[in-house]
C-alpha cells in the first residue's frame, strides 16, 4: 500500500516538475536587409504585436542584431556589450505572434528566436559608467505643456509609408503623431504629448549612458529638438551647420545635462552568429 501511495506521490511531482512550454512564434522569417541605397534615409523600427492594430503580425525593418536584443531583454542600447558588426548588420523580421499574446510573452518569443536563429548567449553584470542628470536650467524651461489631445487620424490621412524627408534646413521632417530621426548627421525629435522621463529615456540612447530625470516636471509637454548627431556616447557633434545635443537641449528646451558616475546593470553577448539559421 505505501509503494502504491508514494509512486501516485512521485508521478504526481513529475507532472508538477515538467517544463513550461516554449513561447514562441507561430512562424517568423528573419532575412538580411537590402543595402540602402547611397543617399538615401532609410526607415528603422518594429511594428505591429501586443497592444496594436495588428497583434498578430509583428515585423521590423532595418533592424540591427544589437537593437533586436534590447528589444528581447527591454534593456536601453548603452546596457548591451555585444560585437561592433552587431551594431551595423541589420534584419528584416516578420513573424505571425499567436491570439491572446503579452507584452513580455513577445519579448520571451524574440528571447528564444534570437537564441535558435543566431545562437545567441549572454550573461549579465555590472559596471562603473557614465552617467547623466536631467536638470531645468536656470533661466527656466522653454516649452509648452501637451495640448488635449486629437482624435485619431482616419487612415486616409496616414502618411505613406517611407524614408523622413528634409526640411529647408536638411533635418528630418517629423509628422503631427511625432518621432525621430536622423538623416546625414543631422537629427530631430518631436513628441507632442511626452513626459520628462519619457525624454531622459530617449536621451539615454543618443548619450550612450542612463539619463535620469531631476527636473521635477511631472506633466506631459509637447517637446521640439534639433541636433547634429554624434555617435553614442559622443557628446560633441557642434558644427557650424548646427548644435551638438547638449546644446541643442539648453538652447532650445531650456534643460541641462550634467555627468555623473555610478554602476549601471549590462548584458554581455557571449556568442552570436553573424547570420540566422534557416526559417
Not at 59 to 76: D, E, G, K, M, P
Not at 195 to 209: P, Y
Amino acid at each position: 500500500m505505501l509503494r502504491s501511495v508514494l509512486a501516485v506521490l512521485f508521478g504526481c511531482s513529475a507532472l508538477n516538475a515538467q517544463p513550461a512550454p516554449k513561447v514562441e512564434f507561430e512562424v517568423a522569417s528573419v532575412k538580411a536587409s537590402p543595402p540602402p541605397e547611397p543617399g538615401v534615409a532609410i526607415r528603422v523600427g518594429c511594428r505591429g504585436g501586443p497592444g496594436t492594430n495588428d497583434p498578430v503580425l509583428y515585423t521590423c525593418q532595418n533592424i540591427s542584431l544589437s537593437n533586436l536584443v534590447t528589444l528581447a531583454y527591454n534593456i536601453a542600447f548603452y546596457q548591451l556589450s555585444a560585437p561592433d558588426w552587431a551594431v551595423t548588420t541589420r534584419f528584416d523580421l516578420r513573424a505571425s505572434v499567436p491570439q491572446g499574446t503579452t507584452k513580455e510573452q513577445l519579448a520571451l518569443m524574440i528571447q528564444n528566436l534570437l537564441a535558435d536563429r543566431f545562437k545567441l548567449a549572454v550573461h549579465r553584470e555590472s559596471r562603473e559608467i557614465q552617467r547623466y542628470e536631467l536638470t531645468v536650467a536656470k533661466n527656466g524651461r522653454k516649452f509648452k505643456e501637451a495640448a488635449p489631445p486629437s482624435p485619431p487620424p482616419s487612415n486616409d490621412s496616414q502618411p505613406a509609408p517611407g524614408p523622413p524627408k528634409p526640411d529647408k534646413d536638411g533635418y528630418p521632417a517629423i509628422g503631427p503623431r511625432g518621432g525621430m530621426a536622423i538623416m546625414r548627421n543631422r537629427a530631430r525629435l518631436y513628441q507632442p504629448e511626452t513626459t520628462m522621463a519619457a525624454l531622459a529615456s530617449q536621451l539615454s540612447g543618443q548619450f550612450g549612458a542612463p539619463v535620469a530625470d531631476l527636473t521635477g516636471l511631472t506633466g506631459k509637454y509637447e517637446i521640439g529638438l534639433y541636433w547634429i548627431a554624434a555617435p553614442p556616447g559622443v557628446l560633441v557633434a557642434s558644427t557650424p551647420d548646427g548644435p551638438d545635443l547638449r546644446q541643442a537641449l539648453q538652447e532650445q528646451l531650456g534643460l541641462r545635462v550634467e555627468s555623473k558616475k555610478g554602476p549601471a546593470e549590462f548584458l554581455v553577448v557571449d556568442h552570436v552568429d553573424r547570420t540566422p539559421g534557416e526559417n
